[in-house]
């Protein structure tokens, strides 16, 4: 800490290239320090974080205040921190190493090849089959990938490999098949594999009245590029997961939009661009 202070206050004596650098060094590392405290905030990874400040804190007063013992037995503990904060945070460190290495943010960059596109029938598909499971209050949990692998999951459930179909879909989550607890796993225009387990979000920031199939949603997506959709089984809500965040969808229009704007990139209709219509002159014939 003392470092830190002492770099701070010789940035007045140094050159101005020199001060210049020391200032880009110290803001990419508040940058880097604010984007993990907001992936933290709101899991258990923020409780931590907490305690670690009340931990520095009582090992900067314990010395002052004449605390040997309790100051010498932090000191100590604080020598392992490096290793213990790996240890802690692993979860964490994964999901942003996840995160950093997603192909839809370096695609631009490295050329890499398109993900697979759905159709606009799939899509329909789609809609219908969610539509009909949220009338009838089935619960539903279904993931379409985008630029991210899902194969390990698929590899947990049962392979299908069948084309998106609303009949298909709408059978596979009611009661009585047996496939119906778990996720259907989607590329592009194919059904890959149902009854599929997923990671739970340990988020705080989820609502407390939603239960499991909410929570894998939202854990399937704060790791890997896809879409989650999930309906509730108790109110027929229909929500949207993406980037571990949850959208509640309202209306059939609102859903098929969505849909088609994050799996065919096609933008809704109030932000396409306008058409400029222009009127057409009328022909003249000449005759000779």
Same mark, same amino acid.
């Given at each position: 800490?003392?470092?830190?202070?002492?770099?701070?206050?010789?940035?007045?004596?140094?050159?101005?290239?020199?001060?210049?650098?020391?200032?880009?060094?110290?803001?990419?590392?508040?940058?880097?320090?604010?984007?993990?405290?907001?992936?933290?905030?709101?899991?258990?990874?923020?409780?931590?974080?907490?305690?670690?400040?009340?931990?520095?804190?009582?090992?900067?007063?314990?010395?002052?205040?004449? !605390?040997?013992?309790?100051?010498?037995?932090?000191?100590?503990?604080?020598? !392992?921190?490096?290793?213990?904060?790996?240890?802690?945070?692993?979860?964490?460190?994964?999901?942003?190493?996840?995160?950093?290495?997603?192909?839809?943010?370096?695609?631009?960059?490295?050329?890499?090849?398109?993900?697979?596109?759905?159709?606009?029938?799939?899509?329909?598909?789609?809609?219908?089959? $969610?539509?009909?499971?949220?009338?009838? +209050?089935?619960?539903?949990?279904?993931?379409?990938?985008?630029?991210?692998?899902?194969?390990?999951?698929?590899?947990?459930?049962?392979? !299908?490999?069948?084309?998106?179909?609303?009949?298909?879909?709408?059978?596979?989550?009611?009661?009585?098949?047996?496939?119906?607890?778990?996720?259907?796993?989607?590329?592009?225009?194919?059904?890959?594999?149902?009854?599929?387990?997923?990671?739970?979000?340990?988020?705080?920031?989820?609502?407390?009245?939603?239960?499991?199939?909410?929570?894998?949603?939202?854990?399937?997506?704060?790791?890997?590029?896809?879409?989650?959709?999930?309906?509730?089984?108790?109110?027929?809500?229909?929500?949207?997961?993406?980037?571990?965040?949850?959208?509640? $969808?309202?209306?059939?229009?609102?859903?098929?939009?969505?849909?088609?704007?994050?799996?065919?990139?096609?933008?809704?209709?109030?932000?396409?661009?306008?058409?400029?219509?222009?009127?057409?002159?009328?022909?003249?014939?000449? +005759?000779?």
């Amino acid at each position: 800490m003392q470092d830190f202070i002492s770099g701070i206050t010789n940035l007045r004596l140094m050159s101005r290239e020199d001060a210049a650098i020391s200032a880009v060094d110290i803001l990419i590392v508040a940058f880097l320090l604010y984007r993990l405290l907001m992936l933290v905030r709101g899991t258990r990874a923020w409780r931590i974080i907490i305690g670690l400040l009340i931990f520095f804190f009582v090992l900067l007063i314990s010395e002052p205040l004449k !605390l040997h013992t309790l100051h010498w037995l932090l000191v100590q503990a604080s020598q !392992l921190g490096a290793v213990a904060l790996a240890v802690i945070f692993l979860p964490e460190l994964r999901q942003v190493a996840e995160g950093v290495g997603k192909l839809d943010r370096w695609t631009p960059l490295i050329g890499a090849g398109e993900r697979p596109r759905s159709q606009a029938r799939t899509v329909e598909e789609l809609v219908a089959a $969610i539509s009909e499971l949220s009338s009838n +209050r089935v619960g539903a949990l279904i993931v379409i990938e985008r630029t991210s692998s899902l194969a390990e999951i698929v590899a947990n459930g049962v392979e !299908l490999n069948a084309k998106v179909s609303a009949p298909l879909l709408v059978s596979i989550f009611y009661d009585q098949n047996p496939l119906h607890d778990g996720a259907v796993i989607i590329q592009g225009d194919m059904v890959l594999a149902a009854a599929c387990r997923l990671p739970l979000s340990e988020s705080s920031r989820i609502d407390s009245t939603l239960h499991m199939r909410h929570r894998a949603a939202v854990g399937m997506t704060e790791g890997q590029d896809c879409l989650s959709v999930v309906v509730s089984e108790e109110r027929g809500t229909i929500r949207v997961a993406r980037e571990g965040k949850l959208r509640i $969808i309202e209306t059939t229009v609102e859903l098929r939009e969505l849909l088609n704007s994050e799996l065919r990139d096609d933008k809704p209709a109030d932000e396409r661009p306008k058409r400029v219509h222009r009127e057409r002159k009328p022909r003249v014939e000449v +005759r000779s």
